[in-house]
T-cell receptor, first 115, second 116 residues
Framework: AQKVTQAQTEISVVEKEDVTLDCVYE???????LFWYKQPPSGELVFLIR??????QNEISGRYSWNFQKSTSSFNFTITASQVVDSAVYFC????????????FGTGTRLTVIP | EAGVTQSPTHLIKTRGQQATLRCSPISGHTSVYWYQQALGLGLQFLLWYDEGEERNRGNFPPRFSGRQFPNYSSELNVNALELEDSALYLC???????????????FGNGTRLTVT
């Protein structure tokens, strides 16, 4: 079974603070893919990153960075020097090789950046 | 390139009626996914269509159905609407690369369905 847990329902930070959004996943597949999506107030989900299970390299893209650790089944997302425009709901998602290619989403973390 | 487009943006129906939601994928994408996002419940997988066929469905009753047309656009139909069907319905598309569907899903802005 595939499962994604985002334990943090809501987080509030003051602008310019760093913030880490946690994601823990469960899968029995040896090959799988992890994703992060951002859902701003407008509603559409914006793709941020995909990581496959064979690539444990951490990735940095501007103020965003992702820490993938297979040993703890986690794929955490850090925003450095947060900005008000980062306010959104962030979803972590998992796709395994079984399960007919469904993308399983966590329940999301609502991030509010206070100016 | 145009993104995934969904219509209508908002839809208001009464209990027992039927709702039809439409989705046009990104050009070149053959797979369409439907998700329901009810308040506080995250995204729940509804249906997956690829190359005109239903490939998989989530844990929803049969009154949720749909189809994919030859041009890869898709419809989601919800019959006998219930109050708890009120939600944001998101459509996403992707394409197969080398036999794999692991490219990211691209989402539309959604249709907000309100059942009164």
């Amino acid at each position: 079974a595939q499962k994604v847990t985002q334990a943090q329902t809501e987080i509030s930070v003051v602008e310019k603070e760093d913030v880490t959004l946690d994601c823990v996943y469960e899968t029995r597949d040896t090959t799988y893919y992890l994703f992060w999506y951002k859902q701003p107030p407008s509603g559409e989900l914006v793709f941020l990153i995909r990581r496959n299970s064979f690539d444990e390299q951490n990735e940095i893209s501007g103020r965003y960075s992702w820490n993938f650790q297979k040993s703890t089944s986690s794929f955490n997302f850090t925003i450095t020097a947060s900005q008000v425009v980062d306010s959104a709901v962030y979803f972590c998602a998992l796709r395994g090789q079984t399960g007919a290619n469904n993308l399983f989403f966590g329940t999301g973390t609502r991030l509010t950046v206070i100016p | 390139e145009a993104g995934v487009t969904q219509s209508p943006t908002h839809l208001i129906k009464t209990r027992g009626q039927q709702a039809t939601l439409r989705c046009s994928p990104i050009s070149g994408h053959t797979s369409v996914y439907w998700y329901q996002q009810a308040l506080g419940l995250g995204l729940q997988f509804l249906l997956w269509y690829d190359e005109g066929e239903e490939r998989n469905r989530g844990n929803f009753p049969p009154r949720f159905s749909g189809r994919q047309f030859p041009n890869y656009s898709s419809e989601l139909n919800v019959n006998a609407l219930e109050l708890e069907d009120s939600a944001l319905y998101l459509c996403a598309s992707t394409r197969r690369i080398g036999g794999s569907y692991n490219s990211p899903l691209h989402f539309g802005n959604g249709t907000r369905l309100t059942v009164t």
